[in-house]
């Protein structure tokens, strides 16, 4: 343990996969990771722990950082390699970019639990993955010094429920479970507000460049387009077509859908009942993968709107985009949606309406026994999701029917974005999180001696211990050691550099204690480790390998010739 923090944030645990926003299928995740690596780098911080598997991610790690750092910004990077986790105690532990801990519990078993916190940070709750991970957190290593930060009050509630159902179960079989848990707290993801401050002109030409008219009312949607996984469409294609019977004589409603499809199948999907349903409707799709287009988008919209109805939604990074970018919003009134927009203040919330407990208990079991893949679980889930149409157009049809409306809601939007959600107010946050599980480390860690002792978890015993039974007899101090004749043509040298011994360089001893070991046995008639250890400075525990080599080997035997 350590008193003394160093940096402002924890080490981070990086591997590209949390972070990258380069690639094909661009996770609401992976855009999270993103934003709270540039805030980090953007707080100025001295210098950064960072955690990493291998020397590729170290590469990608450099490239990422290289990219977000301004003109004559320098930072210090403090690489942990993967086997050395305890490296982190300076910075209080670390942080993943995801909700499982429990594996890195088990690791940090071998440098006592006492040493460092693990946090962690919940995304999409609704996958088998993450659910079992939950479950699991009472038989892990867990401590009330880690945290698995919730991004809204229905995460924590979905997280706490799977805890409690699997404590309902554990007691049914007559096992007690204690109350060792590590802390839920909820934070918010945080944005860079700077990347959305535009100026009027900005907004004159983006709208020059779609052709868009002045009078002209754009929505804009941002994220991935996709029916069955983030958003129906459909209800949104119903409210526009309604709302727009209302517009004033002269004026179009667009919606610009920035995302990206998963498939083609899907991208036709959107594209005909876009035709089909909302014909009045000035469709258009642009590629949310180019950052270049996404900022396009929040300069030409006057209102945005995301009616997530989604199981695999926890908590929508785009809505606090729209608020930064001074646009109203209107959201499904859903899970973390609900803490990011305050209804009537800074935009809308739409009515939605779920079936209770009971209607789901078929997908969850045609999921859990493979019939049903998450992309179908979670989609014919969303089928018994509603959002209220009739509510969704009336709110359309109050912001398009008012421009100071709009300005107000989209005023207060901006500065509700700056004032709660800003990455300079969010890792206040975590660092006030950092140091209290720093103050319950050392504080408590007494209470949990046994825990705390260095040691390794049960699944990854010594198999000295494990198969202790196996071999005949266990060498000891006493065991009658004899040089054996004629049995080994090759001399220790030559017998080393074999391609079946080799391999084993990394945990074979040191050629030149080998010898040094053989030599002290061959100048006796019968001898034993006790004997050898007296006679050379070499590591008794180092001393047993060498001399379970040659055994191995045939240049000693436990049999006098």
Sequence with gaps: MTNTLTSNTWAIYYHNDGFNIKGDRIMGRQAAGWSFLKGVINSNTANLGLYIQNEQQKTSASNDINAILRQ????????????????????????????????????????????????????????????????????????????????????????????????????????????????????????????????????????????????????????????????????MYLALEKASKSLKSGSKL???????F???????????????????????FLDGKNQDNKRLTFLT??????????????????PLE????????????????????????NGFRVRTISLSEGNGEDLAYSHMMGSLNYDHYIGYSSQRIAIDVRDCINKIILLIENKDLRKKLGNNAKARAKKVFDWSIILKEYNSLRIELN???????????????????????????????????ILNNHTNLYTTKD???????ELYKLKSVEFANPVIPNIKKIKEIYDIVNERKSTNIGIISSSTNIDVKEIYRIIIWLIKFGYISLIEE
């Design 262 to 284: 998963p498939n083609d199948y899907i991208k036709e999907t959107f594209e005909n009942e876009a035709k089909q349903i909302c014909p009045s409707i000035k469709m258009h």
């Design 301 to 318: 919209g006057d209102i945005f709107i995301s009616l997530s109805d989604n199981i695999q939604e926890t908590f929508g990074l785009t």
């Design 487 to 493: 049995v080994i043509s090759l001399d220790i040298h």
């Design 72 to 235: 004559n910004q320098k930072i210090k990077i403090d690489w942990i390699p993967f086997s050395q986790p305890n490296l982190s105690s300076k910075y209080g532990g670390i942080f993943f970019p995801g909700p499982d801990l429990n594996e890195y519990s088990f690791h940090r078993s071998y440098h006592g639990h006492d040493s460092y916190s693990l946090v962690g940070i919940t995304h999409t709750t609704a996958s088998y993955g993450v659910m079992s991970s939950l479950r699991q957190i009472e038989s892990s290593s867990l401590m009330p010094w880690d945290a698995i930060i919730c991004t809204s009050k229905s995460v924590q509630d979905t997280v706490y429920k799977v805890i409690e159902s699997n404590r309902e179960n554990l007691s049914a079989k007559k096992i007690t479970t204690g109350k060792i848990l590590p802390k839920f707290p909820i934070i918010p993801l945080g944005i860079d507000n700077n990347e959305f401050n535009f100026s009027d002109d900005d907004k004159i030409e983006a709208r020059k460049k779609l052709n868009i008219s002045k009078d002209d009312i754009v929505l804009i949607f941002v994220g991935r387009l996709s029916f069955h996984a983030k958003a129906h469409h459909l209800p």
């Design 439 to 473: 103050s319950i480390r050392e504080k408590e860690s007494k209470n949990y001696p046994q825990m705390c002792d260095k040691k390794l978890p049960s699944d990854r015993l010594d198999p000295f211990y494990l198969f202790s039974s196996y071999p005949s007899e």
């Design 254 to 260: 667009h919606l610009i859908q920035t995302g990206w």
């Design 322 to 345: 729209g608020m930064s970018s001074g646009l109203p919003v209107i959201v499904s009134d859903w899970n973390g949606y609900r803490d990011t927009v305050s209804d009537k203040e």
